[in-house]
Nanobody, 128 residues
Framework: AVQLVESGGGSVQAGGSLRLSCKDS????????MGWFRQTTGKEREGVAV???????IYADSAKGRFAISRDNSKNALYLQMNSLKSEDTAMYYC??????????????????????WGQGTQVTVSS
């Protein structure tokens, strides 16, 4: 089983920072990819930042230079440090995980369809 629990969302003014956390508290799988996605009402879920089991990272253009993804394997935790937040960053942020063995390769790690397991999300609201 996999249980992803996000935390760290909240309300912040533009230019501020937030750090999101995702803890995998029940996983019996080895992680292939893990990452952060976001979604606003009426729009598709979009990839923000993802990390492979080898530690390679991929960022959406909107996140480059402002966000940083990291992990702590000892805690089974994934983080997203978000700096210089903008009003357009307002969204529900989700943690996702794809385990090893579920697919031969990742076609596009920033696509939400590539991921099997999801958390419930944490809301980020940035006011201008």
């Amino acid at each position: 089983a996999v249980q992803l629990v996000e935390s760290g969302g909240g309300s912040v003014q533009a230019g501020g920072s937030l750090r999101l956390s995702c803890k995998d508290s029940a996983s019996t799988y080895s992680t292939y990819y893990m990452g952060w996605f976001r979604q606003t009402t009426g729009k598709e879920r979009e990839g923000v930042a993802v990390m492979s089991s080898a530690g390679s990272t991929i960022y959406a253009d909107s996140a480059k230079g402002r966000f940083a993804i990291s992990r702590d394997n000892s805690k089974n935790a994934l983080y997203l440090q978000m700096n210089s937040l903008k009003s357009e960053d307002t969204a529900m942020y989700y943690c996702a995980m794809e385990p090893w063995g579920s697919r031969p390769t990742m076609q596009n790690p920033l696509m939400s369809s590539e991921y099997t397991f999801w958390g419930q999300g944490t809301q980020v609201t940035v006011s201008s």
